[in-house]
């Protein structure tokens, strides 16, 4: 760090819509440098309404990506692949600040989560050949299965990764074509912010991701109970599954839990197959 | 000849009672055996178009369900894991085959019980039933293929609860395709409707099936509620209404085990100005009329493209003035009786509301028997969308019919409910019908047809419907574990 000059800091804010709002209740809370009082940035702390507003924006959100072509959608977050590469250097050192990482630790995850993207990209325009099916009837119908997206998800990062375990938990959402509401490691959101700015130049239509900073505890039951969410994925939640289990199943959201892996399950898991009927004849 | 009498009028045709010998009694079917029931209780069992008693079905208690798990788990532990798929699946190829040696006898045990007509169990229920075996019997020793990893899995022993509507189908959607991926099976008929799946355990013991591959548990709600408590049950699948699909997903919520879901429908049928009228009234016919309308993927709410509504109607009442309502026993009977008294209360409270909310009702002026459960054929016109009979599903012969005036507007009229289990849409333009069936939020959507089955073709819904699919390739799936082999491998980082 130089001393001539005085650095400018970043505000992290939330990212709802395509904008940067803060919290509405105003909120903000600190995040240290791993192991001392370094303060490394106030995020913003989320409220109820704040969520509300993000599942709003996906919800509008939803019928824009969902009328995208695979291979636009696919083209879109193998961009946010290109994006992430021009800004390698903040991922590294934001991660290095908040888990304590060291430099090569920290570049690992960030080429990881850079591939992973490119993996699920790929993925657009092929789950629907690999698990749709042409189906053989007994009677003169063509018949035919596929994969289609929920609608909107709910997505809970992976509380003890900075970046890698976010991009796990959002990009098999997204692939399978649905918006998502996510909410940011609650120790390490710094990375989930500056994804934010990644994702606001990779032509994501607005509000196809939102993603959210703050206090689990406090956002958990609101995200699990919200009637307007059609799916979860906890694999990053370790706590308070139960009482998320039972308030999805109000509205019966479709619950995906994978852990850590990586799988095309994985975006199947927030697919609903329909089949489609029709009589052949003259 | 006297001149009153109709030349057309069709002569009674009615299917032989004897061709099944039904017991005074029967126990439950646990680890390859008829047994009593340790909960000592028994309830009598109905013919609904006659209000005859039919037998007496025990009422398993959780003693009977503990039995019945641990004689599942014992089988999958010391015979049906270790057998290779190919052996599995000559297990299932026999039952399907001395299922299709009794079909007739199935068809008319499944006709008194249920009340169903002759014609309806004898050329769709048996039929499908048996091939979802025989189609599931094809799978066993072809897992590998199915889309769930290389080394796929059974679950073990799965709790399985099925309604009335189609009891020995329900059974044969629950039954195969546990089977054929290796799980062994608890299953709780509906309290209405036991027989056929006490058949069914007379099939599995003549085609020498394991002990404790299959066991059935009759009983009532408690029972199920048990079945749903027991801890060593390792998965579910349920099909019945959203309610207690609901209940039963909350109380597993702390296992954490899988659970499949077909609940709850409220079926749009859309029919655009451009349909071809006539096959569009038989498809209605066929979408809210079969089975009593006993259906969950029924469509029961007619949308009509405005400036064809008249028309349609008027042609939609003449058809359904042919409808022949009555013993279903008789070969020509269209319309058979309701399943039990409870289900006629609901369908009559429903239509209640309707006439109360301001829809218009009709029926035909048809005779009903003196005894047993019978509802007319009824379809509500002047429906609007908040109107319950438009919200609420009604499971009985009851259309309600709304109207559009753009495919955007009908998509939106269709799309406005927490169901998705089934849609249909009728329509001789082909990108029309492709556009709908885009944005139609169903499982399944019937183009120019309605309410086709077939054990090759996936089944389940959207939403509040349910989740999972039963039938074809995706059907196997919520029977295998899941794998989710890691491409890359989980790093949490190593901390400095």
Redesign the interface.
């Known amino acids: 760090m130089s001393k001539d000059r005085i650095d400018v800091k970043k505000t992290y804010k939330l990212f709802i819509n395509g904008a940067f709002p803060r919290s509405e209740s105003g909120r903000s809370y600190p995040i240290y440098r791993k192991g001392s009082k370094v303060l490394l940035a106030q995020p913003a702390q989320a409220s109820r309404k704040d969520l509300r507003d993000a599942v709003r924006a996906a919800r509008e959100a939803r019928l824009k990506w969902q009328s995208a072509t695979a291979y636009n959608r696919s083209q879109i977050l193998y961009r946010i692949a290109e994006m992430m590469e021009g800004r390698r250097l903040q991922f590294v050192e934001e991660i290095m600040a908040q888990?304590?990482?060291?430099k090569s630790?920290?570049e690992?995850?960030v080429s990881?989560a850079i591939?992973?993207w490119v993996?699920y990209a790929g993925w657009c325009d092929k789950v629907g050949q690999?698990?749709g099916?042409n189906?053989?009837?007994?009677?003169p119908?063509y018949?035919f299965?596929s994969p289609e997206p929920?609608g909107v998800v709910g997505v809970f990062a992976e509380s003890?990764?900075s970046l890698?375990g976010l991009v796990?938990a959002m990009a098999p959402a997204l692939a399978g074509g649905n918006t998502v509401v996510v909410l940011a490691s609650e120790r390490y959101p710094l990375s989930a912010i500056t994804l934010s700015e990644v994702i606001a130049t990779s032509d994501v239509p607005a509000g196809v991701i939102n993603i959210l900073t703050g206090i689990r505890n406090e956002l958990t039951p609101w995200l699990a109970s919200h009637m307007e969410v059609?799916g979860l994925d906890i694999s990053g939640e370790k706590s308070r599954?139960?009482e998320i289990?039972?308030l999805a199943?109000?509205?019966?959201k479709?619950v995906a839990?994978?852990?850590?892996?990586?799988?095309p399950?994985?975006i199947l898991a927030l697919m609903?197959?329909?089949?489609?009927?029709?009589?052949i004849g003259i | 000849m006297t001149e009153n009498v109709n030349p057309f009028a069709y002569a009674p045709a009615p299917e032989s009672r004897e061709l099944v010998s039904i017991e005074s009694s029967y126990d439950l079917f646990i680890n390859g055996k008829f047994v009593a029931p340790k909960s000592k209780k028994r309830f009598v069992t109905i013919n609904p178009a006659t209000e005859e008693v039919l037998s007496k079905i025990s009422l398993g208690g959780k003693d009977d369900l503990d039995l019945a798990v641990k004689a599942a788990r014992r089988a999958y532990e010391s015979v049906w894991s270790k057998l290779p798929g190919k052996e599995r699946g000559k297990y299932l190829y026999r039952i399907a085959r001395l299922m299709q040696e009794r079909a007739r006898e199935f068809a008319v045990l499944e006709t008194l019980d249920n009340g169903k007509p002759i014609r309806e169990t004898r050329d769709t229920d048996i039929p499908l039933a048996i091939?979802h075996f025989f189609y599931h019997a094809g799978w066993a020793d072809k897992l590998e293929f199915a889309?769930?990893g290389a080394n796929p899995r059974a679950h073990g022993v799965v709790g399985q609860i099925i309604p009335w509507n189609f009891p020995l189908l329900m059974l044969a959607w629950k039954v195969a395709p546990a089977l054929a991926t290796g799980n062994t099976v608890v299953l709780k008929p509906a309290e209405t409707t036991s027989l056929t799946a006490l058949l069914f355990a007379q099939i599995c013991i003549d085609a020498e099936l394991p002990p404790g591959v299959v066991n059935i548990v009759t009983g009532d709600g408690s029972t199920g509620a048990s079945l749903v408590a027991h801890n060593g049950v390792d998965k579910f699948a349920f099909t019945g209404s959203?309610e207690v699909?609901?209940a039963i997903?909350?109380s597993l919520?702390?296992s954490?085990k899988p659970v499949t879901?077909e609940?709850g429908g409220k079926g749009a049928n859309i029919v655009f100005e451009d349909a071809a009228i006539d096959q569009a009234v038989e498809g209605i016919v066929q979408g809210i009329f079969f089975n009593q309308g006993h259906v969950c993927c029924a469509g029961s709410r007619l949308l009509v493209q405005e400036n064809i509504h008249d028309h349609l109607i008027e042609k939609l009442e003449r058809r359904i003035e042919k409808i022949r309502v009555g013993d279903p026993m008789d070969k020509n009977t269209d319309l058979g009786a309701i399943n039990s008294k409870e289900q006629l209360q609901k369908i009559i409270e429903l239509t209640q509301s309707g006439e109360i909310e301001g829809a218009k009702a009709w029926q035909p002026d048809c005779a009903l028997p003196s005894r047993g459960f019978w509802f007319r054929p009824t379809i509500f016109t002047n429906v609007t969308g908040a109107h319950r009979i438009a919200r609420e599903e009604i499971f009985g012969p009851v259309l309600s019919v709304l109207t559009f005036r753009t495919p955007q507007e009908a998509i939106e009229k269709a799309n406005n409910t927490?169901y998705g289990l089934a849609a249909g849409v009728w329509s001789e333009k082909g990108s029309r019908?492709l556009w709908a069936?885009r944005e139609l939020k169903?499982?399944?959507?019937?183009?120019?047809?309605y309410n086709?089955f077939?054990?090759?073709?996936?089944?389940?819904g959207?939403?509040?419907s349910?989740?999972g699919?039963e039938g074809?390739?995706?059907g196997l799936l919520p029977y295998l574990t899941?794998?989710?082999?890691?491409?890359?491998k989980?790093?949490?980082?190593?901390?400095?």
Do not use: C, M
């Open positions: 888990a304590s990482l060291t630790v920290a690992k995850e990881e591939d992973l993996w690999i698990s099916a189906n053989p009837i007994n009677g119908f018949n299965t929920i003890d990764s890698l796990r059609d599954r139960v289990r039972t199943t109000e509205n019966l479709r839990d994978f852990g850590s892996s990586t799988s399950n994985r609903d197959q329909k089949t489609i009927w029709h009589p | 091939q889309g769930n959203t699909g609901k997903n909350r919520a702390s954490g879901l609940l927490p019908l069936s169903a499982g399944v959507i019937w183009a120019n047809t086709k077939d054990a090759a073709s996936p089944f389940g959207y939403k509040e349910g989740w699919r074809g390739r995706h899941h794998s989710s082999t890691p491409r890359v989980p790093s949490k980082g190593v901390r400095k």
